[in-house]
């Protein structure tokens, strides 16, 4: 293969030291980035949370203005989708497919660096907005024209235009890679049908994320058309309809909260069958039920506009499609606990973890089915009964289904195990802080809470259930306090975990923990679903547990590192301050952007002579 | 026994290249994407309050000129790629820089285009017709040339010793795909922006 | 969308080897493509794609037809977008999986798009 001898340093072998995370394209650390990153950023948004807890605490406080309250609950959401939830399902996305269908790494070793690099700037984008002029004010669904210029002529939603479309780019790139690496790195053997149900959620979601990315991209660059270049597109002077950003963001939207929790299911249906010691009930139907919420869930977004005025029609075809949708979620759950039924269970924390999230899921559902009626939403609708559904969904289930896998997988990815008592702990507060917080905003609601106000008048008969619900937040605060002590207690003094601690079901466990750098020594032959479980169980020994043995994987060669990646991130980091700020910075960007573009297309995939790490 | 080396083209479960797939997932999102601009374009239609409107400004024996040239360039894209396939080095470079010219000649239509238009009073800030016309066709717009740039650098590449063969003829596909499918857009908006602009607001 | 995740579906696993459909022995890459156009074809298809252009020209300075172009229109320009893709972008030689692929893209985006056209016309 033709190279050109670049005027730039040399690629790097080494795999060492600060510069080795730098430059690594390998799945697992990319994974390991990932969730670091998320999981701090996750515990800024819960900061941002408890600010607004602190504030509504009592009546008529006076902690926060009500400019910074709107700042708080706009960062708050979209920290916590954008930078909390969706990088926290990539950790487990980076970390496990390759593993789950045997194979070596991902599709694209260096555009999954890039997406992580892209993913880490466009959050420093928008977290850093607090110290540079504000953060953006306007909710995380940024309804225009409140989010227009003449409205919010500040620099706030300048970021969270620019800040989301990085992080746009990122997830694209993202969920491409996951979709080829799924359809064309399976172990031999490995059909569609059987592989693990995480794999199959990440396949499903990726491809909802690459159909609904697009559109709030559209979103976002005609409402920087407007602020940026005068444009029109909600400027209602002009005779534009703010009702369209309504429609573009919730067709983005709504297949958006199906990205959240698909991956958390996958978990989910990871983690019950290896504590009930039975394969996952009606795998084929659970299959499909993920498949049909992917595609049904294009179906429903203007349940989140019931109250706007479309009119009869368009919200009773609406509200019985989202009715609809919850028959595929309702036969997950009833699969769920027929994989628990007549299994001989284990209450791991992991286990407790995702036996809650069964339970607060089913929770959050029944609060989301009860605003798929739309005159019943006509009242819910932006008061706390919506934020407790959201909640229910997003923390009861999401949230809970990643700490569930975080128990499950740390013993892989570290050999340790996090402590299992500590977890408890770290289980119950979280458990009861979450149903502390969140289950009496069904009755705030109900009882004509709005959302979004930063404070409220004493007698409405609000003052009760806001306290209770404040507490809970600290509660829950100090249940993530006591998992981080277990993170840092673990990583040092955990107890040592081999290959397949669990007696779990999937390939991942056939290798040790952690993987060497080349995850298999020797790429499995699948029979059949489960196959780690098949071989031990059933008497297939094509699955090779590796042993870990000295020589063991010798002559494996992986792609090596890279600095072009993150390069080309940067180039978009610059651009997308220089287009806040001086359009030549943006020109700068653009230029550093084609230089890591043109560079990473000369470099080849793979070293002619790698050294050996 | 354990040496399954990285090799340029390993086995995949398809036998399909990974980039290959890549580019189609990828052109199935930009559906969506240049769907939005459209459906934005057309929920607005008819909706300016003040002019210039699509009757004042489009000049349809111009747009079809620019159409004309931006459908024979995806013919010598094609050319271009059949030659490299057959081993015809030359040939692929002379049709692959044809497209480039052709590729260029289109935005020199646009940029002709949207000049006049200013002339005539239409800017992206006049009215939504402004701003929806000149965001979806500079996008389109943009797409073009950031493939003129790709084709480009293939065909100076192409000079370097080995740098493209008939073997690698993989790269130039997928940049074929690309070129392809941003005409198939300009197919949609020369009618559903341009032909349709004739009525005042369906 | 939905056929593309069943595409190497419905092997039930009494099976007890590897299923040679999806596994492809080592270093080996088949060739996908049974057919090629030759540049004959691309020329015609070039010419097809002109001439439908100027029955658009046509049709649009027709003065009768009122709003009735607009079917009209729209089928012509489906017929070009349909050449393009099945002979220029190869779809038509290839595997059905690039197909699915696209046409599921494409199908999810002119449903949602005509979606949100009728919502404003409600």
Known sequence: MATFALPVPKRPVSCTGVWGWIT?????????????TAFILFVSGGIEALFMRAQLMRPEMALVSPEVFN???TMHATTMIFLGVMPLSAAFFNYLVPLQIGARDVAFPRLNAFSYWTFLFGALILKLSWFLGGAPNAGWFGYAPLTGLQANPGVGIDFWVVGLQVLAVASLAA?????ITIINMRAPGMTLMRMPMFTWMTLVTSFLLILAFPVITIALLELMMDRFYGMNFFVPAAGANPVLWQHLFWIFGHPEVYILILPAMGIVSEILPTFSRKPLFGYPVVVLSGVLIGFMGWM???HHMFTVGLGPVANSVFAITTMAIAVPTGVKIFNWIGTMWGGSIRFSTAMLYAIGFIALFIIGGLSGVMHSSAPSDAQQQDTYFIVAHIHYVLFGGAIMAIFGGIYYWFPKMTGKFLNEKLGFWNFIFVFGGTNITFFPMHFLGLDGMPRRIYTYAEGMGWDFWNLVSSVGSFTLAFGVLIFIVNFFYSLIKGKQAGADPWDA???????????????FAQIPVVHGRDPLWEQKHGGHHTVPVAGGSVGEGHGIHMPQPSYWPIFTSIGLLVGAYGLIFAWPVAVLGGAILMIGIYAWSLEPVNEPDPAHH | MAAAHAEEHPATTTGLDHRKLLIWAF???????????????????????VGPYPQDVFDIPVTSVSTFVLLMSSMSMVLSYSALRRGNIKAFRIWLLSTCILGATFIGFQVFEFNDFVQHGLTPRTNLFGSTFFTLTGTHGAHVTLGIIWLLSMFFYSFKKGGITP???????????YWHFVDIVWIVIFTVVYLFGVFEGF | MADTKKSHAGHNDAGAHADRSDFVAAGHTPHVEAHHPTAATYIKVAMTLVAITMVELLVFYVEGL?????????VLSSIKFALVIMFYMHLKYDTRLFSMLFLGGLALAISVYIALLALFYL
Request: glycine share 8%; proline share 6%; charged share 15%.
């Open chain 1, 505 to 519: 079901r999937t390939l991942e466990w056939s290798i040790p923990s952690p993987p060497p750098e080349y995850n």
């Open chain 3, 66 to 74: 009122g709003k009735g172009i607009i079917p009209v229109l729209l």
């Open chain 2, 167 to 177: 073997a690698k003829h993989l790269e130039l596909d997928i940049a074929a795909l």
């Open chain 1, 71 to 73: 700042q708080l609950f």
């Open chain 2, 27 to 49: 052109l199935a999102s930009d559906c969506m994407f240049f769907g939005a601009l459209i459906a934005t374009y057309l929920v607005y239609y008819g909706k300016s309050l």
């Open chain 1, 24 to 36: 690594t394209i390998d799945h697992k650390r990319i994974g390991a980035l990932y969730g670091i």
């Open chain 1, 300 to 302: 429903v977004w203007s």
């Open chain 1, 175 to 179: 969920s491409l890679n996951f979709i």
